[in-house]
């Protein structure tokens, strides 16, 4: 969703950090009614805070960015609360490739569980976009494709489809 900063039903909310997140607004308004809120509360706390547009918690990016982006840009993009996670390609590293016996630089086709993708990257595992993005779909296996015309690099793959598991 496009957010804009003259929006009128922006919110905010703010919870002691061992309180659990906020899931209604404190108070709603503009932008600037926002930024008037948060700046009266100068104190050395930390605190789970949230942003919300239409009712919504907004989940990405981190309200520092949104707000920032919406007073420097005018606008911005954000991600609401139970909005499906869309990216256009998926990164799979060259150990995971192998390991998974798919081409890294080479067109192909890869069919797999987002679960077991998901926990096939080593180290730290995926970042937190790539692993929110995989998480939606579970065990659900993903058809990942990368043909001679992709442009998109080494090691990216789009998904083709979702196939479903069980009974039709």
């Not at 919110?11 to 709603?28: E, F, H, I, S």
Request: some cysteine; proline content about 5%.
């Amino acid at each position: 969703m496009r957010l804009e900063s003259s929006a009128t039903d922006l919110g905010y909310a703010r919870r002691l950090a061992n309180q659990p997140r906020p899931l209604a607004p404190d108070v709603t308004g503009t932008l600037n009614d926002i930024e008037r809120f948060v700046s009266g509360q100068g104190d050395n706390q930390f605190y789970n805070e949230a942003l919300f547009a239409a009712g919504r918690r907004v989940v990405y990016p981190r309200i520092t960015q949104a707000l920032w982006e919406l007073r420097d840009a005018g606008s911005c993009l954000v991600r609401l609360e139970g909005d499906d996670v869309e990216m256009g390609a998926i990164y799979i590293d060259r150990e995971q490739c192998g390991r998974l016996g798919a081409p890294y630089t080479e067109p192909g086709e890869l069919i797999i569980a987002a679960d077991t993708l998901l926990h096939s990257k080593g180290g730290s595992g995926y970042d937190s976009e790539h692993a929110e993005f995989l998480s939606q779909f579970g065990g659900q296996t993903l058809v990942l494709t990368r043909t001679a015309e992709d442009r998109i690099g080494s090691g990216w793959w789009r998904v083709k489809e979702r196939l479903s598991v069980g009974p039709p």
